[in-house]
T-cell receptor
Framework: DAGVIQSPRHEVTEMGQEVTLRCKPI?????LFWYRQTMMRGLELLIY????????DSGMPEDRFSAKMPNASFSTLKIQPSEPRDSAVYFC???????????FGSGTRLTVV | AQKVTQAQTEISVVEKEDVTLDCVYE???????LFWYKQPPSGELVFLIR??????QNEISGRYSWNFQKSTSSFNFTITASQVVDSAVYFC????????????FGKGTKLTVNP
């Protein structure tokens, strides 16, 4: 079991550029979560999917953020255009309904300059 | 809505001291699950424990122990004989039901264990 895999681990980009973060959940898990961690706001949920369907995207900051889950083994979080205030660590997590374990990826540290 | 409060922002102790991290939660549901995660300086989130609302038994795992009290809506975490390697940010979290529901996190408590 390779765990939840996120890429890239680090991303530095210039303001205004498009950024795409990627996540591969654990095989067989049917729920996927995107979290953002900042010093000011802590760990906040951005969006989560169940069986590839977005269930709650109320945490998505604004229209510049979008997330997709085209299949059970892949999800993306896109920021377009990026801004310096988007700098944070973005975590992806997955879980299985019958099992209450939430497994987190190693995170993507995004820096927008 | 669910809420998790970790009132202690930072705690500093000397090695071998016992330390308790507080967690208070809010929910109107009768079925819920509580978690503790550890985030060491390397940044990953490490699962420590999961407890459901119907099981108020305290749990001990080595130097770690957890005290769940529904009467006070608290799920406190104690580290006995702390070690430098325990230095990390610890998060308490709540979810309402199965793994399809979101985890709501507290703000975390940064624990520093000094030699």
């Amino acid at each position: 079991d390779a765990g939840v895999i996120q890429s890239p681990r680090h991303e530095v980009t210039e303001m205004g550029q498009e950024v795409t973060l990627r996540c591969k959940p654990i095989s067989g898990h049917n729920s996927l979560f995107w979290y953002r961690q900042t010093m000011m706001r802590g760990l906040e949920l951005l969006i989560y999917f169940n069986n590839n369907v977005p269930i709650d995207d109320s945490g998505m900051p604004e229209d510049r953020f979008s997330a997709k889950m085209p299949n059970a083994s892949f999800s993306t979080l896109k920021i377009q255009p990026s801004e310096p205030r988007d700098s944070a660590v973005y975590f992806c997590a997955s879980s299985l309904d019958r099992d209450l374990g939430y497994t987190f990826g190693s995170g993507t540290r995004l820096t927008v300059v | 809505a669910q809420k998790v409060t970790q009132a202690q922002t930072e705690i500093s102790v000397v090695e071998k001291e016992d330390v308790t991290l507080d967690c208070v939660y809010e929910t109107r549901d009768t079925t819920y699950y509580l978690f503790w995660y550890k985030q060491p300086p390397s940044g990953e989130l490490v699962f420590l424990i999961r407890r459901n609302s119907f099981d108020e038994q305290n749990e001990i795992s080595g130097r770690y122990s957890w005290n769940f009290q529904k009467s006070t809506s608290s799920f406190n975490f104690t580290i006995t004989a702390s070690q430098v390697v325990d230095s990390a940010v610890y998060f308490c979290a709540l979810t309402l039901q199965g793994g399809s529901e979101k985890l709501v996190f507290g703000k975390g408590t940064k624990l520093t264990v000094n030699p």
